[in-house]
């Protein structure tokens, strides 16, 4: 089945820690992107990524970094610099910047 | 970028059209409009998009008013699995994220 899979579906971080959230698809697909989403609200961009080794800050890049070495691969780096991690995060991947875009089934990030 | 207003929420039987408005009144002439829906602790769901026609999908209709500044989604048969928060946004001029609001509760009941 092609798709995006984000792993894992919970995390848990220490404070001061950093944390990585995968996001892989087999859709073949250029673009991709990370969102976060905290309760009761849509959805805020991170970053994204229209080619493989290259990526774009969006509306709340900081606290957050990630690569793009794979086309299929987009994992997003929680640091310790974000100082309010927790929130539910969503990764989706688009076959360009004109296509729909299609998400993961999410990670939820906790604080320890 | 244009701004989209939706109700924060709509009730409607099982089986009956569900139709989510959607006001974007800023819209510019090269601008699509998306329909997303989310299930709770979920990923979103693409569900449809046009830019000036009517469009039909297996999934919904989308009916965009001829000035285009408002549309609305319609489900034809609602079922209690298209409980949801339904999510109208409009492709940002020249930028390929999209941007979220609050979007609509759509609660289907028997």
């Known amino acids: 089945d092609g798709g995006i899979t984000q792993s894992p579906k919970y995390l848990f971080r220490k404070e001061g820690q950093n944390v990585t959230l995968s996001c892989e698809q087999n859709?073949?697909?250029?673009?991709m992107y990370w969102y976060r989403q905290d309760p009761g609200q849509g959805l805020r961009l991170i970053y994204y990524s229209q080619i493989v080794n290259d990526f774009q800050k969006g509306d709340i890049a900081e606290g957050y970094s990630v690569s793009r070495e794979k086309k299929e691969s987009f994992p997003l780096t929680v640091t310790s610099a974000q100082k309010n991690p927790t929130a539910f995060y969503l990764c989706?991947?688009?076959?360009?910047?004109?296509?729909?875009?299609?998400f993961g089934d999410g990670t939820r990030l906790s604080i320890l | 970028d244009a701004k989209t207003t939706q109700p924060p929420s709509m009730d409607c039987a099982e089986g009956r059209a569900a139709n989510l408005p959607c006001n974007h009144s800023t819209i510019s002439g090269n601008e699509y409009v998306y329909w997303y829906r989310q299930i709770h602790s979920q990923g979103p769901q693409y569900i449809i998009h046009?830019?000036?026609n009517n469009e039909t999908n297996e999934m919904a209709s989308l009916i965009i008013t001829e000035d285009r500044k408002s549309s609305t989604l319609i489900l034809p048969h609602a079922t209690l699995r298209d409980t949801a928060v339904y999510y109208c946004?409009?492709?940002?001029?020249?930028?390929?994220?999209?941007?979220f609001g609050k979007g609509t509760m759509l609660l289907v009941s028997p």
């Open positions: 046009g830019l000036k």
């Open positions: 989706a991947s688009s076959a360009d910047r004109e296509q729909p875009q299609h």
């Open positions: 946004i409009v492709r940002v001029e020249g930028y390929s994220t999209l941007t």
């Open positions: 859709l073949n697909h250029d673009a």
